[in-house]
């Protein structure tokens, strides 16, 4: 049987020729003026949520916020701590989840997990450095990223799409380290409590005065296939901050100097409280898990630019031992 | 276009290649467009149609799944674009004074027609939206009941029988048509 039986009827319908049609450019001008659109909704959204969150706080997940504030010997604000404690945190987190679509959640989950990738590759980078050198990884920027940077103004020469990472040079005594920041602070050899210097490492900023050629690794990048691409630079010769581990039979104790930045910082732990250290103020604080504390003491030495800290488990070194350790650190000139 | 070309393509676009999407459009702007022409008689319309389909398509993405080809989801979408407008241009004519502001006045539906002859007009003005589809993939497109069953999710033996209905429909107005019993009960 002849498949189609209704030739006049279909030579009657192709009459006259269908006209072309290019709607291409209408389509496409389309999709991208609502996800423009759309964007800035959500961005909306997160930002009044956020803004409720701090207006209303009184009855909401920052009820209990804390804030400690360290003044210098004149008396001026040299930095402060808030402590915003985890399960805050994560019912903060819930409370914004809640309030996000699926495809949202979805993206933010899907942005983790880049994270989490950057951060893994980043590592992996690092340590394929000789100590003391530095890498600029360039990372190809998502679609959503490269809207977002349009908004940022960056700092100094840093380019949107360069990381930098460097590997610290790692000192075995003080002996060894001090001619390198000796000029800046000293430390001792030995602590209180029998804790010895066992290694320090020096870390310097990052290089983002370098003028790296981002289209080299662009190309680069493309060239293997993958979403990103590294070359050697020179390392920066500013100091940012060392890092000393003392170790004694107990374990180990964490020492860190570094050049104090305005402002302060916020902390996850349970329980902060204002200490003195000789003249300084200092904040300490505790954090517990799994039934067994630990203790971060930082203060910012009176006369100096200079932020220092201690770190141990309460198992190594009392809240006590960590004060005592403190004041000696902070009595060397 | 392979299947297997047009599954990566849009895997590329639900990973965010945008521009992958362009592909589609060219792929099968024109083939949706004369479906469009046919089903609402009416160029600028057809055009508009055509627009609101593919992008209809782009923000659902998401929910095509390969259990039919991409073909027949965006036919689908644009059957139920189409059967939509037609609604709306029903009611348009009773209820002219609800429907002015879109279109600043009564939508002139035979303006910008295809040519046909006078009495196939006569015939498709008289056609549902589904009846048009049925017509246009059957006779135009010489599409088998088994796919159309797909397009417009029917059992090809309904449609079948749908379509024997609108051909002695046809018969009186169009009483030379091939393949067609005087009683219009011939089987296609």
Known sequence: ?????????????????????????????????????????????????VTVGMLIGASSVWAGVEMIQL??????????????????????????????????????????KKREYIGTVRTEIMNGLKP??????????????????????????????????SKPIVYKSWKDME????????????????????????????????????????????????????????????????????????????????????????????VIEKVMIGNNEAALMTHTFEGENSYWLIWIKNGTDLEYSVQADEKVASKDEVIKIAKQINEIK | MEKKEIELLLQAIKNGSLEQFEIIIDYYQQPIFTYCYHMLSHHHEAEMAVQEVLLHAYEHL???????????????????YCANELKRRKLNRWLPFLYKQDHGGIVKEHIDRPNREEHLERIWN???????????????EEKEYEEIAELLDKPPEVLHKQFERILKKCKRYLPTMEGVAANGQKSV
Do not use: C
């Open chain 2, 126 to 140: 008289r056609l549902a939206a589904e009846e048009r589809s049925l017509v246009f993939w059957r006779v135009l």
């Open chain 1, 1 to 49: 049987m002849d498949k189609n039986p209704f030739k006049s009827m279909r030579d009657m319908l192709v009459a006259k020729p269908v006209p072309k049609v290019d709607v291409k450019h209408k389509v496409m001008a389309a999709i991208r003026a609502k996800e423009n659109k759309e964007e800035k909704v959500v961005k909306k959204k997160i930002g009044l949520l």
């Open chain 1, 179 to 270: 001619p390198i920041v000796g000029k800046v602070f000293t430390l001792p050899s030995e602590i209180h409590g029998g804790f010895r210097f066992l290694e320090g490492e020096v870390n310097y900023e990052e290089n983002y005065e370098y003028d790296v050629d981002v289209e080299e690794l662009k190309a680069k990048a493309v060239k293997d296939n993958k979403e990103y691409a590294f070359t050697e630079i020179p390392l920066s010769n500013k100091f940012s901050y060392t890092n000393v581990a003392y170790q004694s039979e107990k374990g180990k104790v964490w020492v860190e100097v570094r050049i104090a930045e305005e402002g302060g910082s916020g902390t996850s732990a349970d």
């Open chain 1, 132 to 165: 003391g050198t530095s890498a600029a990884i360039y990372w190809k920027p998502t679609k959503e990223q490269g809207e977002d940077q349009k908004n940022i103004i960056y700092t100094k020469k840093k380019h949107p799409d360069i990381m930098v990472v």
């Open chain 2, 62 to 80: 998401e929910q095509y799944t390969t259990a039919l080809s991409f073909s027949t989801w965006l036919y689908r979408i644009a059957h139920n």
């Open chain 1, 71 to 112: 003044k210098n010997e004149k008396g001026e604000v040299v930095f402060e701590l808030s402590q915003h404690k985890l399960q805050e945190q994560q019912q903060m987190f819930q409370q914004l989840s809640q309030q996000l679509s699926p495809e949202d959640q979805a993206k933010m989950e899907e942005r983790r």
